[in-house]
């Protein structure tokens, strides 16, 4: 009769450790999901906010911007003629042989009036020059009752009168020799225009030189 023996082996100690330190591992991980999971929510959460923030901050910048280009802007320094009564006065015209020897703005009273400040020496004067008698003759064409007044600004009559002629400008002019006109009116630089209405009114002010453009929306302004 035959004998057998069961043998039974024992796991080594290296064997246990290596069971109980995956065993704990495990146990870490099992015990970390749910905080791991709640980070991740978390910064999901974070995230999401930050995002919505930043969208925020976008549309109100926006907001600002376009707010910002609607509005129109404020003149730096408000015109201390516009909308006051023209200041009056009394010139010598500059032509000798006119009909009148002097000229006053009073004379015009009733008629919307363009009054030009200009000087022969003055470049821009005389790029502007062609289209103020252009604008001139058309008027007087159409029957429109405006007056287009130029003032030679502290020019020789030999020079005033050479700069009318080489543009053969026909409407009045006087000239301003003292420069007395020109400091009532805040003339500071040439050229300038002021347009005044029929009741006397100083409606704008143009301080450089006129653009077709610029001429035609100020003449709607007094017109």
Same mark, same amino acid.
């Given at each position: 009769?035959?004998?057998? %023996? =069961?043998?039974?082996?024992?796991?080594?100690?290296?064997?246990?450790?290596? /069971?109980?330190?995956?065993? =704990?591992?495990?146990?870490? /991980?099992?015990?970390?999901?749910? *905080?791991?999971?709640?980070?991740r929510k978390n910064k999901r959460r974070r995230g999401?906010?930050?995002?919505?923030? *930043? @969208? /925020?901050?976008? *549309?109100?910048?926006?907001?600002?911007?376009?707010?910002?280009?609607?509005?129109?802007?404020?003149?730096a320094v408000s015109d201390p003629l516009v909308g006051h009564p023209a200041p009056d006065f009394s010139l010598a015209t500059l032509r000798p042989h006119s009909s009148k020897s002097v000229l006053s703005l009073s004379n015009f009273k009733g008629k919307p009036i363009v009054l030009n400040f200009w000087a022969s020496w003055c470049a821009p004067c005389k790029e502007e020059a062609p289209l103020l008698e252009n604008t001139w003759k058309q008027v007087q064409a159409q029957g429109k !009752?405006?007056?287009?007044?130029?003032? !030679?600004?502290?020019?020789?009559? %030999?020079?005033?009168?050479?700069?009318? =002629?080489?543009? @053969?400008?026909?409407?009045?002019? *006087?000239? !301003?020799? !003292?420069?007395?006109?020109?400091?009532q009116y805040g003339i500071t630089s040439l050229p300038q225009t002021i347009f005044i209405n029929g009741h006397g009114t100083v409606m704008s002010r143009v301080p450089r030189e006129l653009t077709a453009r610029v001429l035609s929306s100020n003449l709607q302004l007094i017109m």
């Open positions: 009769m035959l004998y057998y %023996k =069961r043998f039974f082996i024992a796991p080594s100690a290296t064997e246990n450790g290596v /069971l109980l330190e995956v065993d =704990r591992h495990m146990s870490e /991980l099992a015990e970390n999901a749910p *905080v791991q999971e709640s980070v999401i906010l930050i995002l919505c923030v *930043v @969208s /925020l901050l976008n *549309v109100g910048l926006l907001a600002l911007l376009l707010t910002q280009l609607l509005t129109p802007a404020p003149n !009752d405006v007056v287009i007044l130029g003032i !030679d600004f502290q020019d020789s009559n %030999k020079d005033g009168m050479s700069f009318l =002629r080489l543009y @053969s400008i026909t409407y009045p002019i *006087v000239l !301003d020799a !003292d420069g007395s006109v020109a400091f």
